[in-house]
């Protein structure tokens, strides 16, 4: 699946199609059983659902891919699990603790 990478910034736009992959300066650390994930300036404390879909990257699922297997897991409205996961990529994506990309339209 080709990608093409979005750049970091104010126009950083996360979908359905975007795939996320970590940098390789992402530290990730269990603490207390808090899973703290960080890059070389920001640090943030996950919940218990962030942390399993931040387990669920790959570089190769799409959010949609993603939200599929957490709605299956836990029986839950896959559309509202997309809109979670594209929160927390875009917010994770900001702050350089994970690439994201654009799969193409061939998932």
């Known amino acids: 699946m080709p ?3 979005t750049p970091i910034g104010k126009n950083l736009q996360v979908g359905p199609g975007s ?5 390789l300066n ?3 650390r269990n ?4 899973t703290v994930v960080g890059g070389y300036e920001h640090f943030f404390e996950l919940t218990a659902s962030a942390a399993h879909i931040w ?3 790959d570089g190769k699922r799409t959010v949609s891919d993603i939200a599929a ?4 897991e836990y029986e ?3 559309e509202s699990v997309v809109q979670d996961i594209v929160e927390l990529f875009t917010e994770l994506a900001q702050h350089d603790v994970v690439n994201i990309a654009q799969g193409d339209s061939r998932s």
């Open 3 to 5: 990608l093409d990478e």
């Open 19 to 23: 795939v996320a992959s970590l940098p």
């Open 26 to 28: 992402v530290k990730i």
């Open 31 to 34: 603490h207390r059983g808090t």
């Open 55 to 57: 387990r669920q990257i």
């Open 69 to 72: 297997l957490i709605a299956e």
């Open 76 to 78: 839950i409205d896959q």
